[in-house]
């Protein structure tokens, strides 16, 4: 099985529209963010071209007439020895986060599964070309989402392909450097448009292991986006961090060397409390010391949730920080969860003025 990350532009609407000559209407909307953002007169125009191309790319059979259609699937075909997409792959498209880019990538996505593939179209917001500053934070996210989706599929043994034939020149170049990271292949088309350029993951490993682990506590404080100042990152390299309204947050990089290198050290130690209103008591270090990696990796992100509650007041799903019923364990006064599969360990404890102290972790209550 493989997974296929495709860039995704507007290349069929485009085509499609230099059939009638009204290109320009592609060009002039293509970064409107809603459909409501468009004109009446220029919504029917959209509508009726998008429902042109889902009847041409549904009619179509000619692999030659098909590449002419769309460079994205120029480039999809072109990985299958008959052309036509074949066999269980997972296919998921990156597309600007646009209305025109968003219907574009969903007529890709229908011609996909038209075709037995499994294909959805990744969940990245503020991808768009619009401004930097929305660019920046799309691609912030579009890190996240790599992080999240795809070291999953290569311990499954999943081959990972960039396939990056079409799409926005810059989303383009930045899946490009993703790539080293996640995939195990990135093809383009070559500039005659009729051969694959296959470019094999190359052994690129991000060399700063001690610089991490001597800034380990601040960096995770900046990945559970807890309130950090400015004067805290004053020595870090700005490639790593941004300072915004004197407050410090990771960039786009910054997540990436978060991900890679200090992630996984979540699962070697229980990390320092994130928030002075967070304290440890002996019970709880006691209680977290014979974890295996996995589950010390999630006490530690539940930490980072717990300290965001403490400081902000967000309680996500995940967390469900809440008060215990009658007296059933004290001193702990409240739970919260460690994680809900197998045996559901729980985080209990107690407040002492301000401050919250972890007293343990356990089973759940019954």
Request: glycine letters at 6%; proline letters at 7%.
């Given at each position: 099985m493989?997974?296929?990350?495709?860039?995704?532009?507007t290349s069929l609407l485009t085509n499609l529209a230099r059939e009638s000559g009204?290109?320009?209407?592609?060009?002039?909307?293509?970064?409107?963010?809603?459909?409501?953002?468009i004109p009446q007169e220029a919504q029917v125009q959209l509508q009726s071209l998008l429902q042109s191309a889902r009847q041409r790319l549904g009619a179509e059979k000619r692999v030659e007439e098909l590449r002419r259609l769309s460079a994205e699937i120029n480039g999809l075909t072109r990985l299958y020895s008959h052309g036509l997409p074949t066999g269980n792959d997972i296919h998921f498209l990156i597309a600007s986060d646009t209305w025109i880019g968003q219907q574009t990538a969903d007529c890709l996505r229908t011609w996909l599964e038209s075709l037995g593939q499994t294909a959805q179209i990744a969940p990245i917001t503020d991808l768009s070309t619009d401004d930097l500053a929305t660019f920046q934070s799309g691609m912030a996210e579009l890190v996240r989402w790599c992080a999240e989706a795809l070291p999953t599929s290569?311990?499954?043994?999943?081959k990972i392909i960039f396939q990056l034939s079409g799409g926005f020149k810059s989303v383009q170049g930045f899946l490009q450097t993703l790539a080293h990271f996640y995939a195990d292949e990135t093809v383009y088309i070559?500039?005659?448009g009729e051969e694959l350029l296959r470019i094999p993951r190359l052994p690129i490993r991000l060399d700063i292991d001690d610089w991490i682990q001597a800034n380990f506590s601040l960096l995770a404080r900046l990945a559970d986006k807890l309130t950090v100042a400015a004067a805290e990152v004053a020595e870090m390299p700005e490639t790593l961090v941004q300072v915004f309204e004197g407050k410090a947050a990771?960039?786009?990089?910054?997540?990436?060397?978060?991900?890679?290198?200090?992630?996984?050290?979540?699962?070697?130690?229980?990390r320092e409390s994130p928030t002075p209103m967070l304290r440890y008591g002996p019970r709880f270090v006691e209680s977290t010391s014979n974890l295996p990696a996995d589950r010390l990796a999630l006490v530690n992100q539940r930490l980072g949730d717990?300290?965001?509650?403490?400081?902000?007041?967000?309680?996500?799903d995940r967390l469900d920080f809440?008060?215990?019923?009658?007296?059933?364990?004290?001193?702990?006064?409240?739970?919260?969860?460690?994680?809900?599969?197998?045996?559901a360990k729980r985080l209990f404890g107690h407040y002492e003025g301000e401050q919250y102290v972890l007293d343990a972790l356990d089973n759940a209550l019954h």
């Open positions: 493989r997974y296929i990350v495709s860039s995704c532009g009204s290109t320009s209407l592609i060009n002039q909307y293509a970064n409107k963010k809603r459909l409501d953002d290569r311990d499954q043994h999943v070559f500039e005659s990771l960039t786009v990089w910054g997540t990436l060397v978060w991900d890679q290198v200090g992630k996984p050290l979540l699962g070697k130690r229980l717990l300290a965001r509650f403490l400081e902000l007041g967000h309680n996500p809440k008060p215990l019923t009658g007296n059933p364990r004290p001193p702990s006064t409240h739970e919260c969860d460690a994680w809900a599969d197998r045996d």
